[in-house]
């Protein structure tokens, strides 16, 4: 029968195909079988190619293709297909950049066939199909394997009842850039009514069920042949929410992947309009849960009770763009705390957000569970009341300028809280707090907190805050009052630390712009202590200074200004000008660390000082001081004080033995110290006691390289005593006696403190004792000016600088030589130094202080 039927069968199905079809089918082999898919006898295609419209690629490769007749027909000579079959084979659905796609391959008028073969199709099946589609307009595509598709009805009426039958499995959807439904088995059933003359397909029943998800389907489907118009509504009941989660893209799966979810999902849901390789259709979705659970998996903690009501709808344009979803009346239990409000995302392409939110959120269960990875430690209690409207693209990636154009109304409270940020050197300790936002401004009506361990208290205006606080590098402004009881400065200027106070480093932050009106109980940085501190801090490009400052320290009282600057990110450079009134001579050597240098130290002085004092100098990240560049010119007066065991003093006593050199008592002290490049040069300074005047001037190097010059006045006692040597004073010095039983010795005191030389001053020093320190008012800004090149436009530098009179030179003749050269060397290396970038206006003023802040305090 095979024989007698096959060549016959073969040439009747090709021919009808071809009369049907505007691409090439390729076809490997036919063959004719009643037993392969009997009861019904079938033409076998072998390797089948249906080629695409426009693509290179088939629209279909199948290994095989059954065409299925019934053999009683066949008997009778009635060639009637009744089934198709499709197995083991790829398909390639594909849509241009145009929206045209490959797989309208079939005449839309064929011409009328005198084919003998019938058309009573009841049967279309497709075995172990992949599937792939590819849209590029929509910029889409989908991967799957087809293990079943079953049509069945009489496709030969114009009215039928069609069944569906569908088992596959989905590799990967992807949209946009976005993937979907990845590894997922789907099953499909339905009942439909065809109307072929009117093109519907109305589904009476459908069902489609995603994992364990099942999701009810019914409606209108009109074939508007490139495109399909729908009317169709879904529904899902008690459908599990862990499940629902898997449905979801693999980028929100991923940020999600820390999360378990329960609780129970109930939506009814329109879809509506055409529906093409180029248009979407109109989507509206209302949805509850209830009874949720969300639970971070490493910690424990979770969202629980959760309810609420939703509402998603596509928009006018069916577009991301136009997207909008709605969560309305949200409400779960978090920890102790409660969340609730309501929220409004628009345009998924960028998310426009809007909610109103009350929250009391424990917050160590909030750096938990939402990842707030910036934070290494976070406790205490947050309650929050928030209105916000605001553009927020990438909640894992916020930026900067979201932040910065927030329209954001409401208040928040910080209740006991600490917080430790991982890259910054700063926590808040048992911080209470209570905020307004207004926008991107936040005021804190009140804040007090310890940072590290310093207790502030701060009201008034952040700037910029949250996006300090959550996104790096972005810069903090501040305008407030600050109030502390005890403020330590190593507190805020603190970067990194170790248990070895040598490898301590500090910077200034250079994201954070402040001005503090302020008001310090007590004022502690390294040795230095200050009480009742007032002033005006600042901080900006990286300048941290602080005005108008008063405040009580070492036993008297100070006015000044004072700056820190970190322009250069491996030095501190540290200015102040100041006046002192009463000060504890011993406590402001000790505190400021003897300045630097170990010539004379707290231990060498005592009494009550009144100082007028300009000082530069320059430190490290440890903090160690540039010996090089500490600068400072001052005049000093010294009441009821004691210089004790001062070592070239000392050395006087080997020549005219007086034991009272050891502890020289005075009534008052007047003097001008200068310290200049590890050189501290003092002016003509009288010290006067019962005993004794001493008028002493010179200079001390760091390395304690020493050059004085000294004459002393002897009482009539003391004189006595000094005679007793008279040959060899007579010999070697210069010896003058008043007349009235006194003299008075001219010394000089060279070398070093371990091994210097004291000799007579033959040349008779009287004349030549340096009265001041003559440098013009403009000195300390001419050292800065030449050290860094600050003050350039300042026309007071500019002016030929008169030639410097040696105040402390003694007029020998080889001396004079010596010192001309070394002068002459100085001033080539000072013309070399390379200029620097410039210092703010502020050390203008601590440079160039007025006449009068130089001036003996009247009441002193």
Known sequence: MSSFYEKEIKKYIVEAINEQVNVPINVKDLDFSVLKKFPYASVEFKEVEIASTNHKSALLKAKSVYFQFNIIDLLNKKYVLKKISIENGSTLIFIDQQGKDNF???????????????????????????????????????????????????????????????????????????????????????????????LSYKIQSGEISIEELIFKLEGIVLDKNEALDLQLSSKGTDVDFATLFSLLPAQMQASLAAYD????????????????????????????????????????????????????????????????????????????????GNY????????????????????????????????????????????????????????????????AKGNAQLVNTHLKWQSKPYQLINANAYFEFNNNLIKIDSLTTTVNHSPVYI???????????????????????????????????????????????????????FTFTTQIDTFLFRRFKAQNFRGVIQLEDNLLSATDVSFNAMGGHIKGSIALDNENPNELLITSNAKMFDIDITQLFYQFENFGQKALDAENLKGKAAIAVDFASVWDRHLNVNKDKIYVS??????????????????????????????????????????????????????????INLTLSGSHHFNNDIDYRVKIDLSEILWDKAKKRKQQNEEFGYVEDD?????????????????????????????????????EKRTLKSILNKEFGWFKKDTTLNKEEPKKKDGLKIEWEEAEDNNTKEDIKKKKESEKKKEKTGLRKFLDKIANPNEDELEEDKEF
């Open 344 to 407: 409004e995302i628009a345009n998924f392409q960028n998310p426009y957000i809007q909610l109103t939110s009350e929250a009391n959120i424990d917050i160590a269960m909030a750096k938990e569970f939402f990842k707030l990875d910036s934070l290494e430690t976070a406790t205490g209690e947050l309650i929050l009341n928030v209105e916000y409207k605001g553009y927020i693209s990438n909640l894992q990636k916020i930026k900067a300028s979201e932040l910065q154009q927030l329209n």
């Open 459 to 513: 009201s008034g205006v952040f700037k910029n805050l949250l996006a300090y606080l959550f996104v790096e590098n972005e810069k903090l402004e501040v305008t407030a009052s600050f109030t502390s009881p005890k403020f330590m400065l190593e507190d805020f200027l603190l970067q990194s630390s170790s248990s070895n106070q040598s490898e301590q480093e500090v910077s200034l932050p250079n994201n954070i712009t």
């Open 261 to 340: 979810a329960k609780g129970v999902f109930n939506y009814q849901a329109q879809v509506s309009g055409v529906f093409s390789a180029t248009k979407t259709p109109h989507v509206e979705a209302d949805f509850q849960v209830k009874s949720g659970i969300l639970k971070e998996k490493k910690s424990g903690y979770e969202l629980s009770n959760i309810h609420f009501s939703g509402i998603y709808n596509n928009g006018t344009k069916n577009h991301a763009q136009t997207t909008k979803l709605n969560i309305n009346d949200f409400n779960a239990d978090f920890g102790a705390g409660h969340i609730s």
């Open 634 to 691: 001052s005049t000093i007066i010294i009441k009821n004080g004691e210089l004790l065991d001062y070592e070239p003093v000392m050395a006087l006593s080997k020549f005219i033995e007086i034991e009272e050199l050891k502890r020289i008592k005075f009534n008052q002290l007047k003097t001008a110290i200068e310290i200049n490049k590890q050189v501290i040069t003092i002016a003509k300074t009288e010290i006067q006691s019962s005993a």
């Open 104 to 198: 309208h391959f079939w005449k839309t008028n064929p011409e009328s066939s005198n084919q003998p073969i019938a058309f009573e199709l009841s049967d279309v099946q497709f075995k172990n199909m992949d599937l792939n589609y590819l849209n590029n307009y929509k910029q889409q595509d989908m991967g799957l394997v087809v293990t079943k598709m079953n049509f069945s009805g009489n496709f030969n009426e114009n009215n039928y009842h069609l069944e569906t039958n569908i088992a596959l499995h989905i590799n990967q959807l992807n949209s946009k850039n976005e993937a979907f439904l990845k590894d997922k088995d789907i099953t499909i059933e339905g009942k439909i009514e065809v109307n072929k003359q009117q």
């Open 739 to 775: 007349g009235l039983g006194k003299g008075t010795v001219f010394l000089k005191i060279t070398g070093n403190v371990k091994n210097y030389k004291v000799s007579y001053d033959t040349e008779g020093l009287k004349s030549n004792m340096k009265e001041n320190i003559q440098e």
